[in-house]
């Protein structure tokens, strides 16, 4: 079996412990501590740095597990701030966006590009030059790993952030099959993209081990066991490019926003608050990609963990008279399909809304029964409504989320998220600008 060298280079730029990093950038005492992020509502670990790491605290692990390491090594807990994170990446993307044509945005801290025309320079010093650049301008540690395929970019990077004598940057574009081969050795079969737990388990059963026995496995057994993609994964590993860059962000054919509660609820008046919260958060969003809902969904919870509290989950399905992107109308929509799936007397942990169905606004029907004679959405026509959508979303986005909302949405807010220990939105509100003392 032979590498087949592809005529494709991508480089993946990851941000080393991203949410640490970014907290960091705003508090340089946090720099050698070892610091822990924790999911929604403090629950699990999400992020760690290096020094967490090394004092074993796992990845997903309930805060309340590691309570004894925590105190006795006086690790740093905080609770997410997505705001600030969100932030950071878009900072991030743009300039990693600055070194090719074509990016791929992967995730909040994972970006691809393409450097297909870039293989007569030095791809290790360009890889350097982006890591000092995102460095420099967001302060944001990276690594880059270079290959032929995404999957071998992957594992690249991965051996960038493993290893220091690569200094963050490792290129594997250029290597002899010979090369390459002895590298896959060194890696589980595990560490490889998309197979993790999934299917790590059923290689090993078959004698595949490492990243190496994975590319050289036969691809018809593979293909016929697992099916088309993990053959496909095979081939990547071999050099042979199966999956491009994607570069456009396909618009979100349902969006959902939902949310388990700092504390359970009975009252009517608490859920009505998140909900509307919710809808307007999901309004902003398909507001964002030009699309209209034409039926929603609002969705209720009490704790399935507590099994011997009554159980209630229901869901009520709205459709719209004609689709919209109107916060005041899709709120007053998600407020009484609400109304009649409340019961009395239910725990309620979670609620949620999501937009099931959603169209582009260029193919909305006319009102027949409106009020007007005209469209009903608010993107297509400069009336005060739309006015109003387009201010809020300006405001929000520019002096925070929720600073202008619904007065359904409560200032109470007694059910919302248990977030003790998060750190100010530094780079999205004026009022917590970080301050520089001379
Ligand atoms: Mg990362």
Redesign the pocket.
């Known amino acids: 079996m032979s590498f087949t060298p592809s005529a494709e280079i991508f480089a993946l730029v ?5 949410y640490v990093s970014c907290e960091r950038v705003f508090n340089p005492r946090l720099e050698g501590r070892p610091v822990v992020v924790l999911s929604n509502n403090d629950g699990c670990v999400v992020a760690r740095s290096n020094e967490a790491r090394a004092l074993d605290i796992g990845m997903g692990v309930p805060v309340f597990k590691v309570r004894d390491i925590i105190r006795k090594h006086k690790i740093v807990v905080l609770s997410s701030n997505y705001t600030l994170y969100g932030d950071m990446s878009q900072r991030m993307m743009g300039v990693i966006g600055q070194f090719s044509p074509r990016q791929e945005i992967y995730s909040i ?2 970006s691809f590009v393409d450097l297909a025309g870039f293989g007569q320079r030095d791809l290790r010093a360009y890889g350097q030059e982006i890591r000092q650049r995102v460095r420099a301008w967001v302060g944001i540690p990276t690594c880059v790993g270079i290959a032929t395929t995404k999957t071998l970019a992957k594992l690249a990077n991965r051996c960038a952030k493993k290893r220091p004598e690569y200094e963050g940057v490792c290129d594997w574009s250029r290597l002899h099959s010979a090369q390459l081969e002895h590298l896959l050795s060194t890696f589980p079969a595990g560490d490889v993209w998309g197979i993790g737990h999934r299917w790590g388990g059923r290689l090993l059963e078959m004698g595949i081990r490492s990243a190496r026995d994975l590319a050289m496995a036969d691809l018809a057994l593979l293909r016929s066991r697992f099916g088309v993609v993990l053959e496909r994964t095979a081939r990547e590993l071999r050099g042979i490019s199966c999956h491009g860059l994607e570069v456009t962000v396909a618009d979100r054919k349902q969006i959902v926003s939902s949310r388990s509660f700092g504390q359970v609820t009975t009252a009517l008046e608490d859920l009505q608050e998140a909900v509307t919260q919710y809808t307007c958060r999901a309004a902003e969003k398909l507001r964002r990609q030009a699309g209209v809902c034409a039926t929603l969904q609002v969705f209720l919870q009490t704790n399935a963990y507590k099994t011997t509290e009554p159980q209630y989950h229901p869901v009520a399905t709205v459709k719209l008279t004609t689709p919209t992107d109107d916060s005041l109308r899709l709120t007053k929509a998600a407020l009484s399909g609400l109304g009649r799936v409340y019961r009395q007397g239910f725990r309620y942990i979670k609620a949620g809304v999501m937009f099931t169905e959603i169209l582009p606004t260029t193919v909305q029907q006319l009102e027949l029964f409106g009020d007007s004679a005209s469209p009903a959405s608010t993107s297509t026509l400069p009336d005060s409504r739309a006015r109003l959508m387009v201010a809020m979303d300006r405001v929000n986005r520019r002096a925070g989320p929720g600073t202008l909302h619904l007065a359904s949405g409560g200032i109470r807010n007694a059910w919302a998220m248990k977030r003790e220990r998060m750190t100010p939105a530094y780079t999205t509100r004026w009022e917590e600008l970080p301050v520089a003392q001379a």
């Open positions: 990851d941000g080393n412990n991203f801290d994972e």
